[in-house]
């Protein structure tokens, strides 16, 4: 396959020829490599960029066009494997960056907001309505607002008719307000 042109063994790829992409690894993925070590010290970074980057093409996410014939297959590839560099740059970057974050502890120093959130219901005078609530409102604002449920999967869950749900969310909701208040 040596005397194959890169654009006709991109053509054999499309085509699912996987002698014709074997072919094209050989022929490029060597020089590739070298060539984003160049920007990128990280080795296996670079071999799993490589890898993507053949990968893409093998799955016909990158493609060829025929109305690139006359250009520089091996632009296009290095275009395909510096953009994907710099995308696992970046998430090496934003994981690094987390990392740091968690390992200085900023994540513990305050509560989040959900936790703030549930510990107002536990304890505060949300906590307090909310327990004096009858059994059947409280478990259609439970499904509804803090599970996050809709009128008709709520209602499903409580085995009770959609407009009963409506109902007592409004009850609840009503008597909720009246003591808040």
């Known amino acids: 396959m040596s005397a194959v042109s890169d654009v006709e063994l991109l053509v054999s790829i499309?085509?699912?020829?996987?002698?014709?992409?074997?072919?094209?690894?050989?022929?490029?993925?060597?020089?590739?490599?070298?060539?984003?070590?160049?920007?990128?010290?990280?080795?296996?970074?670079?071999d799993d960029v490589v890898q993507e980057t053949f990968l893409a093409i093998?799955?016909?996410s990158a493609r060829f066009r025929d109305e690139q014939a006359s250009a520089d297959v091996a632009g296009w590839l290095w275009r395909i494997g510096s953009r994907r560099l710099i995308d696992?740059?970046?998430a090496h970057g934003a994981r690094q960056r987390l990392a740091r974050m968690l390992t200085l502890g900023r994540w513990r120093e305050e509560?989040?907001?959900?936790?703030?959130l549930l510990?107002?219901?536990?304890?505060?005078?949300?906590?307090?309505?909310?327990?004096?609530?009858?059994?059947?409102?409280?478990?259609?604002?439970?499904?509804?607002?803090?599970?996050?449920l809709t009128t008709r999967e709520a209602a499903v869950l409580l085995e009770i008719p959609v407009g009963t749900v409506k109902t007592r969310a409004m009850r609840a909701r009503r008597q909720l307000r009246q003591e808040l208040a």
């Open 14 to 46: 499309a085509a699912g020829d996987r002698r014709a992409f074997e072919a094209f690894y050989r022929r490029h993925a060597s020089w590739l490599t070298l060539r984003l070590r160049y920007r990128c010290p990280d080795g296996s970074l670079v």
């Open 111 to 116: 509560p989040s907001a959900e936790q703030e």
């Open 119 to 148: 510990l107002g219901i536990e304890h505060g005078d949300l906590g307090g309505a909310l327990a004096r609530l009858s059994p059947e409102l409280r478990a259609v604002l439970q499904a509804t607002v803090l599970d996050g």
């Open 58 to 60: 093998w799955s016909g």
């Open 88 to 90: 696992a740059l970046r």
